[in-house]
């Protein structure tokens, strides 16, 4: 699952319907996800990732973002 860093832009305009969340288990820590049936992957917040001590591996780094938001692409270059 490749890790994002939180984005630092305007708040979007965009406002979305109510969310799905579920109880998963990642790496042994339990926590809560959030179902986006237009995902084109699985993420998880590079600040979750230090708060929980979840271990990362390297990966070729990715380009990703948010498909309604005009902020910039993250690079993603690690996953748990």
Do not use: H, W
Request: charged fraction near 30%.
């Amino acid at each position: 699952m490749p890790i994002v860093e939180e984005s630092e832009t305007e708040p979007s305009t965009y406002r979305p319907v109510p969310s799905i969340r579920v109880p998963v288990k990642v790496k042994e820590t339990l926590m809560e996800a959030l179902i986006d049936c237009g995902a084109e992957g699985d993420f998880i917040l590079e600040r979750v990732v230090k708060e929980k001590k979840i271990p990362t591996v390297p990966i070729k780094p990715i380009r990703v973002g948010q498909a309604l938001q005009k902020s910039k692409k993250a690079i993603v270059n690690r996953k748990v």
